[in-house]
Nanobody, 124 residues
């Protein structure tokens, strides 16, 4: 089983940038598509971005396209989410997740392995 730990979340002003990290242990992340999700208070967990096993293919939610970039370093067993031009509506707990399915999965229900989350707060 893979264990995931997110880090990098903090309070930032609107327009600023953050880089979230997800460190994996227990199994190589090269076995998994890796996704980032977020959950704001009172809302359901939503898809943010996903990257395939090799890192050669990515997909983003429309709300973050052009502002966020997902990447991975399989040799370091890490996944990243670079977030630029942050908006107050990006405020949420951000989760890293691993999926062993063949296809990209945009639904949280398709992911078995989750981290504990890291809080991102964007002030206006």
């Amino acid at each position: 089983q893979v264990q995931l730990v997110e880090s990098g979340g903090r309070l930032v002003q609107a327009g600023g940038s953050l880089r979230l990290s997800c460190a994996a242990s227990g199994r190589a992340i090269s076995y998994y598509h890796m996704g980032w999700f977020r959950q704001a208070p009172g809302k359901e967990r939503e898809f943010v971005a996903v990257i395939n096993r090799s890192g050669g293919n990515t997909y983003y939610a429309d709300s973050v396209k052009g502002r966020f970039t997902i990447s991975r370093e399989n040799a370091e067993n890490k996944v990243y989410l670079q977030m630029n031009s942050l908006k107050p509506e990006d405020t949420a707990v951000y989760y890293c997740a691993a999926d062993s399915s063949v296809i990209f999965n945009l639904s949280p229900t398709g992911y078995v392995h989750w981290g504990q989350g890291t809080q991102v707060t964007v002030s206006s």
